[in-house]
């Protein structure tokens, strides 16, 4: 079992910057591969950020690529969303993904998930 906590959410403006932080923890959380979605109200579950266990390999949604960043430090069993040019469009709750035997995307979702973290972005 992987237990995932996300953090780092908040309020912020049109423009600005949020870093989320994904904790994880149990057994084997170092070859876990990870990934972040969301979901704005009224809407579907949207795929935006993964990364293989190992850093080596990245993938974005189109909407975000140029603006956020994900990154792990294994060492500390935690994975990041950099998000920066944060747009309204972003607002929604943010969850971590994780999955012991595929990258994260929209068809290879893993069994394991955080309780999510909000953002909002104002203009």
């Known amino acids: 079992q992987v237990q995932l906590v996300e953090s780092g959410g908040g309020l912020v403006q049109a423009g600005g910057s949020l870093r989320l932080s994904c904790a994880a923890s149990g057994r084997t959380v170092s070859s876990v591969n990870m990934g972040w979605f969301r979901q704005a109200p009224g809407k579907e579950r949207e795929f935006v950020a993964s990364?293989?266990?190992?850093?080596?390999?990245?993938y974005y949604t189109d909407s975000v690529k140029g603006r956020f960043t994900i990154t792990r430090d294994n060492a500390k069993n935690t994975v990041y969303l950099q998000m920066n040019s944060l747009k309204s469009e972003d607002t929604a709750v943010y969850y971590c993904?994780?999955?012991?035997?595929?990258?994260?995307?929209?068809?290879?979702?893993?069994?394991?998930w955080g309780q999510g973290t909000q953002v909002t972005v104002s203009s």
């Open positions: 993904n994780g999955n012991p035997n595929r990258v994260p995307l929209p068809g290879t979702v893993g069994p394991y």
């Open positions: 990364i293989h266990w190992t850093g080596v390999s990245t």
